[in-house]
């Protein structure tokens, strides 16, 4: 069970806006947060950014904070928390089990992947995800 604590989060101001925003607007169906819930905290922040309405469509539900600065990133953080806090949320839960690779190495990786090999046989790095104990 992954949590993180509204309050307290234990991570940079930046880490936490980035993972409510991705949080709440995952489709995780194990996270504590009712989607109404999620999709105010995502509104609000976006509101805080754009001078237009936050998109419909989810692929396009994502926070871009390359324009922002220290004060906007401070807001932003209190608005996630005050939403959150006066939905009686002060924790968020979720399950989540690694998921597999998605991507490959590109050829161009894969070569270097192979000269770093040549250089360092005893301790290959991993490819693709590969277990230990794929390699033993």
Excluded at 2 to 27: K, R, Y
Excluded at 72 to 95: H, K, N
Excluded at 129 to 136: I, L, T, V, Y
Aim: aromatic content about 4%.
């Amino acid at each position: 069970m992954q949590t993180i604590d509204i309050h307290n989060p234990d991570i940079p101001d930046l880490q936490f806006v980035l993972m409510i925003g991705a949080l709440c607007t995952s489709d995780i169906p194990t996270l504590n947060v009712p989607e109404e819930v999620r999709r105010l905290v995502f509104d609000r922040c976006w509101a805080m950014l754009h001078d237009t309405p936050p998109p419909e469509e989810p692929t396009q539900r994502v926070l871009d904070l390359r324009q922002g600065d220290e004060v906007t990133l401070e807001a932003l953080v209190e608005v996630i928390r005050s939403t959150l806090m006066d939905q009686g949320y002060d924790q968020l839960t979720w399950e989540s089990t690694p998921s597999e690779t998605t991507q490959s190495n590109t050829p161009e990786v894969q070569s270097l992947i192979d000269r770093l090999q040549k250089w360092d046989p005893v301790n290959p790095p991993p490819v693709d995800g590969a277990s230990e104990a794929e390699n033993n």
